[in-house]
């Protein structure tokens, strides 16, 4: 190591140690409230919480989630959000969890969002099919780059918060997949408006 290299890595490194010390002390507000002001019910929809598993507890670790179940017009929707503030880690690339789950993505399609955008993977695993619908949202954009989720996240931690809300991780999943209006769905379905 060239000795004007050791400077340099030594003053990164009390940055970093400084920063993490005022995380510390000064936590970010997360987006729990927005995650517990979801509806439950309404017009054409109805909702009960389900439990989360102990593979989902155990990868959320500190994160916070809900998980429900929604029939929205004879449709049947588990529906699950992530707030990733306690536990960045916990919030991914769905994409991984379903290749490590077995999954072959057959399908993978963008859908329009009234504040963006979503990714929908059409799945199969041993002859059994399934569809999911997934994005991120900051509360104002709706987004399926998870290179864009790294950057908010980061960008809002070195802002001290200043940056915008907490980008929240939406997964959208029917149970009884057929003839879903998905555009339908996104741009009416209560609980995912100004999500």
Not at 56 to 79: S, T, V
Not at 84 to 96: E, I, K, L, Q
Request: glycine fraction near 10%; aromatic fraction near 8%.
């Amino acid at each position: 190591m060239q000795k004007k290299s050791k400077p340099v890595i030594l003053s990164l490194l009390v940055i970093a140690i400084i920063l993490g010390l005022i995380w510390e002390i000064n936590p970010l507000p997360s987006a729990r409230a927005r995650l517990e002001n979801v509806p439950m019910s309404g017009l054409h929809f109805a909702g009960k919480e389900l439990p989360l598993t102990e593979e989902e507890q155990l990868a959320l670790g500190a994160a916070f989630a809900i998980k429900r179940l929604y029939i929205y017009k004879g449709n049947k929707f588990i529906l699950t959000i992530t707030d990733g503030s306690n536990n960045r880690n916990a919030v991914h690339d769905p994409t991984y969890c379903f290749l490590g789950g077995g999954w072959q993505i057959e399908g993978d399609l963008s859908l329009q969002l009234g504040n963006g955008e979503a990714r929908q993977l059409n799945l199969s695993r041993n002859g059994e099919t399934a569809r999911v619908l997934y994005w991120f949202s900051n509360g104002k954009q709706s987004y399926s780059s998870v290179l864009q989720y790294w950057g908010e996240t980061t960008m809002r931690r070195l802002t001290m918060g200043l940056h915008g809300e907490e980008p929240i991780l939406v997964l959208l999943r029917p149970i009884n997949d057929t003839n879903v209006d998905w555009d339908a769905v996104a741009h009416h379905f209560i609980p995912l408006i100004g999500l």
